[in-house]
């Protein structure tokens, strides 16, 4: 990659971050509303004063909450490695390994 080691391995994590979080997200609505329509849950949840608005958004929220806490521990692990390779690579390369600073400065890159 002559180089862009770090921006090709951003690309390909937040690519997989992202993907993964919509498979997440669509199998997880799809089976929580089917589970629910199925076993009768969501008639008694709707007999209540409760309109289908308001379960359709409770379910929505609930999803994106849920995935969002998958993508956290996600993130943090992808940071990381993306802060050990920059020192990886100037190991390999034989130079002076970067400070922090320059490891942070293209993390954010």
């Excluded at 199998?27 to 007999?47: F, Q, R």
């Excluded at 929220?61 to 956290?72: F, K, R, S, T």
Aim: glycine content about 6%; overall charge neutral.
């Amino acid at each position: 990659s002559l180089g862009d080691d770090v921006k090709m391995q951003k690309d390909c994590g937040l690519a997989t971050i992202l993907i993964s979080s919509l498979l997440i997200s669509v199998w997880t609505a799809s089976t929580s509303v089917a589970d629910e329509i199925e076993g009768k849950t969501a008639m008694t949840l709707l007999s209540k004063p409760i309109n289908r608005r308001q379960f359709v958004l409770g379910k929505y929220i609930g999803i994106v909450q849920a995935v969002l806490w998958y993508m956290i521990p996600l993130a943090l692990v992808f940071l990381a490695l993306i802060y050990f390779k920059v020192g990886y690579d100037a190991k390999e390369s034989s130079q002076e390994p970067p400070g922090h600073a320059e490891r942070w400065a293209t993390m954010i890159q």
